[in-house]
């Protein structure tokens, strides 16, 4: 870790951590760390609060792939929160001492119509804005798959797995397979619409392109992670694995399985 010595703070300003916060930032200048106000500067961006916190540091850097990401939480550890805020020195021996590793994970990328372009960590989610049932048409590389009519669909990246997509029912997926995963939010079935009715998992060599049915619900709310976007009528999207990835530390005793069994068993 030595020669990554420009650090940047990512938190949301009048914090009540602002105390520790403070002390973190003297002690890693005792260590030989250079504060930058600027991300653009740094080669790490510590993200302090939950996971919500880590999701806007990395969107709001731009997805750097030449930094690393550590999370740092302010209340139980998360997934991206490797370190805990009352836990500081313990923060610094790691990254003095060499004994984190980097770990890599993948992230999806969502191009819109009108060529706009998004990444997402966790995952990108579809869903009616309103009280009507959205219509979604989706098509796997250039097959037409299935129409579903219901509340809306999240596409998750492997880390997304065990968040949004857990919740409904998603399969937990390990972030060293290069995959995302599409899961149904209250899917109507009937002998009117049917959608397959379980997740699946596309490769990273698959496309899928979803396509808005104009049945009078034109207003879907589309998020990357926790960011909703303000688009009517979005066109088609399509959404692929992307090769960029996000690194972030990879502590002793505290892989992805590590957090799975601490946060769900
Ligand atoms: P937050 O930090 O308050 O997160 C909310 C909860 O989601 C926290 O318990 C957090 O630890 C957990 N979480 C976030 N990412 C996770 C991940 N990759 N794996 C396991 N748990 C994770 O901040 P927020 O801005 O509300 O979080 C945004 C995320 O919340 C979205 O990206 C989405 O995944 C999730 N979400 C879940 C549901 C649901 O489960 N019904 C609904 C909306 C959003």
Redesign the pocket.
């Known amino acids: 870790m030595s020669e990554r010595k420009n650090i940047h703070f990512f938190y949301r300003k009048g914090s009540q951590f602002e105390e520790q916060i403070i002390r973190l930032k003297n002690l890693a200048i005792d260590n030989g760390f250079t504060l930058v106000e600027q991300a653009d500067n740094a080669n790490i961006i510590a993200s302090i609060?939950?996971?919500?916190?880590f999701?806007q540091a990395v969107r709001q850097t731009g997805f750097r792939e030449d930094a690393l990401y550590v999370g740092v939480s302010t209340g139980q550890l998360?997934?991206?929160c490797d370190f805990d805020i009352e836990d500081i020195s313990g923060m610094i021996d790691a990254m003095l001492n060499e004994q984190v590793e980097v770990r890599r994970y993948p992230t999806i990328k969502v191009n819109m119509e009108n060529d706009a372009s998004f990444y997402c960590l966790?995952?990108c989610s579809i869903r009616s804005g309103i009280i009507k049932t959205l219509s979604l048409d989706l098509y796997i590389d250039d097959l037409f798959f299935e129409r579903f009519k219901g509340d809306g669909m999240i596409i998750s990246t492997p880390?997304?797995s065990?968040?949004?997509?857990?919740?409904l029912d998603g399969a937990i997926v390990d972030p060293k397979l290069p995959c995302m995963q599409i899961s149904e939010v209250a899917s109507i079935n009937n002998n009117h619409y049917r959608t397959l009715g379980s997740s699946f998992i596309l490769s990273d060599s698959r496309s899928l392109d979803i396509r808005l049915v104009n049945e009078g619900n034109n207003f879907p709310i589309i998020a990357m992670?926790?960011e909703a976007l303000s688009i009517r009528e979005p066109g088609s999207i399509n959404i692929r694995l992307s090769d960029k990835r996000i690194k972030t530390v990879k502590l002793k005793d505290n892989s992805f399985w590590h957090k799975v069994k601490r946060?769900f068993l």
């Not at 065990?162 to 919740?167: E, L, P, R, W």
């Open positions: 609060g939950g996971d919500g916190t999701l998360g997934f991206y966790n995952e880390t997304g065990t968040a949004y997509n857990k919740s992670d926790n946060s």
